[in-house]
């Protein structure tokens, strides 16, 4: 009797469990699914249990979840704390209130320099190091020193994605996310939109030009993009905005950010009562002996953890780049280097990933479902744990994940970085379900021809099943 009870219970759990599998798999049958490749994996986060597992191993274009390999090993690596700097020097003397030399910046890859996502200024704070210093006037010159690395574009990022404000690339000194906003006024749907204006805009020649433009006035959103070569002052523009908007904004990569960063500067310098004789200015990008110089201050950046929250709340890719090249100090491969050893001592299979870049911007960057979810349930148990929770969009209430799903059983109780480019939507973190566990989560669509609204629901259906039944 006793052995037809235990038969009858573990019978009972094996199909259970088998009918479960079956569901969930049904999820994703859809006839617009069956061609696309669906990478899968959940686990528990605590246990690293095996609960669901589909295509596991196959290493898939990720977008941007990878975000969280690079943002979260920046912050074990370099810690919470870390800060990116600005140093101001000076050559010659200050006598009184004047400053017989230069005035020195070099810059170490600070991404959130006058970011729209932080509400200091980090402009002012440095012009006011100098005025505090009792200086009204600059006998010399403005030199910037842009010698930590050489800034350069990936091969592998899309044509494209090169000139689009997604795609600005780190530079030793960055401003305004090393982005410009190039407005248009939109009439009736069909219409040509019309060029308004670019902010910022460089004060003097070279400038921002549009060669052509051949936006549209059509419904469906920001559909439009810029082309050029990315360092090249002259763009064109291609694709449809809304009609009837009176002020209209995309966004395009600064073509030489120092050069932007000089030109603020000399600005406020101006707009704070302090006289430069000689408004020109030099940019360095070679090498730059400062020994021989006075250091006056440092202007810092927010704490890495706060910069690794914004970075995969809204998908930063600049921030995620900047934190490899701090990861690597100043050398981007070596950053790569970094981030790939400490992966495979997580006992991450080097065969299931692949590193091009630190964003997921690229279309070379791989990873299994199954390295992720590992990953995920190494850092779940590390002590950033906090840091990475607080970094992760919320279901229903924050960032990414925000329009995802605003009722029970997932608002509040899912936790992803999301993932998104052409026939590529991908999803990292985790799920808290309704017996409360924790699990870890890796779903990954590459190569579909479903609508996003049907990729959307299944994965909702997806979460909402496994919530119900862990």
Request: charged fraction near 20%.
């Amino acid at each position: 009797m006793r052995f037809l009870t235990l038969f009858f219970i573990i019978f009972s759990l094996c199909f259970y469990s088998q009918n479960n599998n079956i569901s969930l798999e049904n999820i994703f049958s859809h006839p617009s699914l069956n061609t696309s490749i669906i990478g899968i994996s959940v686990k528990d986060a605590t246990t690293g249990k095996i609960i669901y597992e589909k295509n596991s191993h196959s290493q898939l274009v990720p977008a941007s979840i990878f975000k969280l390999l690079t943002t979260f090993i920046a912050i074990e690596k370099l810690g919470a704390d870390f800060k990116f700097k600005t140093e101001i020097y000076y050559s010659g003397n200050i006598r009184q209130d004047t400053l017989f030399g230069n005035l020195i910046i070099k810059g170490y890859c600070d991404p959130t320099f006058e970011s729209r996502f932080f509400s200091n200024s980090a402009l002012n704070e440095l012009v006011q190091k100098i005025k505090s210093k009792n200086i009204k006037f600059i006998k010399g010159k403005l030199i910037l020193v842009s010698n930590y690395f050489s800034s350069k574009v990936n091969g592998n990022w899309a044509f494209e994605d090169v000139n689009n404000y997604y795609a600005a690339v780190p530079n030793p000194l960055n401003i305004f996310d090393n982005e410009y906003h190039l407005y248009f006024e939109t009439g009736a749907k069909g219409q040509y939109a019309r060029v308004l204006n670019i902010e910022p805009q460089y004060e003097y020649p070279p400038k921002i030009v549009i060669t052509s433009n051949n936006v549209v006035a059509k419904e469906g959103g920001d559909n439009a993009y810029i082309y050029g070569d990315p360092f090249s002052y002259e763009k064109r523009v291609e694709g449809s905005i809304p009609p009837f908007q009176k002020k209209y904004s995309i966004e395009g990569c600064l073509p030489d950010p120092p050069r932007m960063f000089a030109e603020s500067i000399l600005k406020k310098l101006s707009l704070e009562n302090i006289a430069i004789a000689e408004k020109n200015y030099n940019i360095i990008n070679d090498t730059f002996n400062l020994k021989s110089f006075q250091l006056l201050d440092v202007v810092y950046s927010p704490t890495l953890s706060e910069i690794f929250r914004l970075t995969n709340l809204h998908s930063i890719n600049l921030f995620a780049e900047s934190m490899l090249y701090a990861l690597g100090n100043g050398d981007y491969d070596n950053g790569k280097k970094i981030l790939l050893e400490t992966l495979i001592k997580k006992g991450i299979d080097k065969n299931e990933i692949n590193i091009d870049d630190a964003c997921g911007l690229s279309r070379l960057d791989g990873i299994s479902a199954n390295a992720m979810t590992e990953f995920l349930i190494k850092a779940y148990s590390s002590p950033y744990k906090n840091v990475l929770l607080n970094g992760l969009p919320v279901a229903g209430e924050s960032g990414t994940m925000k329009n995802f799903s605003d009722t029970a059983p997932l608002k509040g109780n899912l936790k992803c970085k999301t993932g998104y480019f052409a026939r590529v939507r991908t999803f990292a973190g985790f799920l808290n379900t309704k017996s409360g566990k924790t699990l870890a989560v890796c779903i990954m669509f590459n190569n579909f021809n479903a609508s996003l609204d049907k990729i959307k629901q299944s994965t909702k259906q997806f979460f909402e099943t496994l919530y119900q039944m862990n």
